[in-house]
């Protein structure tokens, strides 16, 4: 359900001389540190970071480092569209919740056995991913805490909301979201279900790559991931 603290104007933490720019950071490690700054007011909260993989991950450890603030991995992800992995027409939480796109799948047209068996795949690539990432440890809880959720960026938008109402079952005290670069269109759309929102690059458009922002962009594989959260992880 969606939580209107406040209005969009103050929810959501921007840099204006970075609005509908490319390139605008190195990497997302460095991201991760311009990001930290916007963020240093909750230094040393009853925080806790949690980063969606895979490149989410350089972005939060860098914010959790900075803040001093145990970090861990948010597994979400999108349901791919049969004959277009790049793309999805949805996502899956941490808890097996989906979440489709609903404007979108009234044109792809797709069958329930094609919506089955992309929902069973997507469910064994989160059973895996909290083995290999997170050893399988339980969730922490949010309740009563500040919960900061990072991505490397806003495209569609659906795993982010998809993690956020994963987070909002929990009752954090706090629900913050916090992304490098964003299409201003899907950051107009989770407003109303965070309490914040920092975006330092939002752009407008009727194109928009979370790749643009980043002058050296990569896939991370999954041994990047295990080396940047290797003693990171489980602090609590």
């Not at 921007?14 to 540190?33: H, I, N, Q, T, Y």
């Not at 806790?48 to 450890?61: D, E, Y």
């Amino acid at each position: 359900m969606c939580n209107p603290h406040g209005n969009s104007v103050t929810k959501l933490k921007e840099d204006p001389l970075l609005r509908d720019m490319v390139s605008v950071f190195k990497d997302r490690r460095e991201a991760g540190k311009r990001l930290a700054e916007y963020l240093v007011g909750y230094r040393d909260t009853d925080g806790i970071v949690l980063a969606l993989p895979s490149g989410g991950v350089p972005v939060g450890t860098e914010i959790a480092s900075a803040l001093d603030l145990p970090l861990d991995l948010l597994i979400v992800r999108k349901l791919q569209i049969p004959d277009n992995p790049e793309a999805g027409f949805g996502a899956m939480g941490p808890d097996g919740e989906v979440l489709l796109n609903e404007g979108l799948m009234k044109h792809l047209r797709l069958t329930a056995e094609e919506i089955g068996m992309q929902t069973e795949k997507t469910r064994a690539i989160i059973e895996k991913r909290n083995r290999i990432f997170r050893k399988g440890r339980a969730f922490p809880s949010a309740r009563d805490k500040i919960a900061i959720v990072v991505d490397d960026g806003l495209a569609s938008g659906y795993t982010m909301l998809s993690a956020v109402r994963f987070l909002r079952r929990m009752s954090p005290q706090k629900l913050v979201a916090a992304v490098p670069t964003g299409s201003k269109k899907t950051v107009e759309a989770l407003l109303p279900e965070v309490d914040e929102l920092f975006c330092l690059n939002v752009r407008s458009g009727p194109f928009f790559a979370v790749a643009g922002a980043y002058r050296n962009w990569h896939d991370l594989t999954d041994e990047e991931v295990l080396s940047l959260i290797r003693g990171k992880t489980g602090k609590q």
